[in-house]
């Protein structure tokens, strides 16, 4: 039976590059047509922190920093830095080309406006944090000093300065997330509107259509032009992996970011060429509501929801080649030694046991079972997911679990909204290439942790990792941490992320980094 599935999947996806543009006469080399799996919550870099907002943002705009297709740290606007002996200070050099789109010079002013704005309390950012490194920013966040005392001057037009709160060799590659993107200073944020926007990256925005596209168009006055090769790029909203795959077999897609699970064999066979896998620094994991019952004060129930998940069982029926996770740093993470729970070495009847024992002393039964809500956003593969995972509990513990499905603008809300979930499925991308930026979320007062979880010890060690110089030191606190962490079970990690997209043969420089960032500007359409 499987053989005959697989026949049946080939030649479903026999045609899927039987068409090219050439004979297509649709589609254009002008325009670049991407799948997105859900639509930006906003494209204002001061707000976004969703994944489609990044990856939209990433055309629109260009920090201090680019990064290369392989994700090596290369000039943006500046075109140079130097760093003072201390490591706490840099002096950032703008070059004399860089403008915005309406044709006006990018002044390092603007920069500091920009920053202002993340870390503004009034205005309650989810990036601000990607800032805290910034001299200053810690206690302007908490709302304790004016945003004037950020670290970050413009001494001129094409001088910025940067003072750090403790040197962080990493700056240069945080520097290119979009947090630290800068805003045109001359007018108020962008409205969205396309008729007035205005920014200073590779593409700008020609077209909003909500729920269906974004369009966006080649920035004329962009410094590097001359390397930017497609003239428009459009996104397109699809949150369904089928329904991402039957667009580009129809050649209305040229690229997906994702890749249904089922059509995976077939695809690894037939159009190997066409199918792009890489890991990437990201993990997948269930936040735990801590603020209040069943989970708040009652560790073992923490404890025993985690074991009950078979993790090679949920991997494998997922086939895109993740890890199963049993902690929440990724492998391939700078300078570090993943952690891990120690049972992760038992064998399944162990563990099982050892999850039912922890579940009876948290005081639940087959008669007095735990009831759960589980919050997620629309998604083939998170749903498949919860659904294999409320398998597990229901049949190792005895568990109900009732799934709440949110479209995922709605979603970003809902999980801020404690009185709606005992569970949470969430997922944390890295913004740069560093521990840190992993268990940075759980510090207590951190706008990323939604689970609720506090602990003295915890923040003690990332502080002082944060204020260590010493690379040996540093790393040794930061798993230190991670250790503490993992004994709390403030959350469920479930894998490690693979990134998987198509990409057609006429689409050239697709090289996934390991933060999982393909721009638009290092691509081309190449016809024959």
């Known amino acids: 039976m499987p053989h005959i599935r697989l026949f049946i999947a080939l030649a479903l996806l026999s045609g899927l590059c039987a068409c090219s543009r050439q004979n297509n006469p649709a589609s254009t080399p002008e325009v670049l047509r991407r799948g997105l799996g859900g639509e930006p919550s906003t494209l204002d870099p001061a707000t976004a922190s969703d994944n489609y907002s990044q990856e939209v943002l990433r055309d629109l705009y260009e920090g201090l920093t680019a990064e290369s297709p392989k994700g090596e740290v290369i000039p943006g606007v500046a075109s140079s830095w130097t760093i003072d002996a201390s490591g706490t200070e840099y002096t950032f050099h703008l070059r004399a080309d860089a403008r915005w789109s ?98 200073n990256g590779a593409y700008v925005l ?22 930017v090769h497609i003239p428009h790029v459009q996104y397109e909203f699809v949150s369904d992996d089928n329904s991402q795959l039957a667009q580009y077999r129809a050649e209305q897609l040229d690229m997906t970011d994702t890749v249904p699970a ?106 007095a079972p735990l009831h759960l809500r589980l919050l997620l956003n629309a998604n083939p593969i998170i749903r498949n997911t919860a659904i294999i995972i409320a398998a597990m509990w229901k049949n190792t513990l005895g568990i109900d679990t009732l799934l709440t499905e949110e479209e995922y603008r709605v979603f970003l809300q809902s999980r801020h909204d404690k009185s709606r979930w005992d569970v949470v499925r969430l997922g944390w991308t890295a913004d740069y290439n560093d521990a840190s930026n992993f268990l940075d979320i759980f510090r207590g007062r951190s706008t990323n942790n939604d689970a609720g979880y506090a602990n003295p010890a915890f923040d003690v060690l990332v502080n002082q990792a944060a204020r260590t110089a010493d690379p040996n030191r540093r790393r040794q606190m930061l798993e230190d941490s991670e250790k503490i962490m993992l004994s709390d079970y403030p959350i469920v990690p479930l894998y490690f992320f693979v990134s998987k997209r198509l990409v057609k043969p006429f689409v050239q420089g697709v090289q996934p980094n390991p933060l999982n960032r393909v721009n638009s500007k290092s691509l081309q359409i190449v016809t024959h």
């Open 262 to 367: 089922n059509a995976m064999p077939a695809l690894r066979i037939a159009h190997s060429t066409e199918l792009v896998i890489a890991p990437f620094l990201a993990t997948a994991y269930y936040g735990l509501n801590l603020s209040k019952p069943p989970f708040a004060a009652n560790p073992k129930l923490r404890q025993a929801i985690a074991m009950a998940i078979d993790r090679k069982r949920l991997v494998d029926s997922l086939a895109f080649g993740q890890a199963g996770a049993y902690g929440f740093v990724p492998p391939g993470t700078w300078n570090y030694s993943p952690q891990s729970w120690q049972w992760k070495a038992l064998s399944d009847t162990g563990r099982i046991a050892e999850a039912k024992r922890l579940y009876a002393e948290a005081g639940y039964s087959a008669v």
């Open 102 to 199: 309406n044709g006006k010079l990018v002044r390092a002013q603007d920069f500091v406006t920009a920053w202002r704005r993340v870390v503004d309390p009034n205005r309650a950012s989810p990036v601000a944090d990607d800032l805290r490194l910034i001299a200053g920013a810690a206690s302007i966040i908490s709302g304790a000093s004016p945003t004037t005392e950020l670290g970050v001057y413009a001494p001129s037009d094409t001088i910025l300065v940067v003072k750090l709160e403790q040197p962080a060799p990493y700056l240069p590659q945080l520097l290119t997330h979009s947090a630290a993107f800068p805003i045109y200073s001359d007018s108020s944020a962008n409205s969205h509107n396309p008729l007035t926007w205005v920014s």
């Open 206 to 227: 020609s077209a909003w259509s909500p729920g269906s596209s974004v369009e966006l168009t080649q920035n004329a006055s962009y410094w590097d032009r001359t390397n």
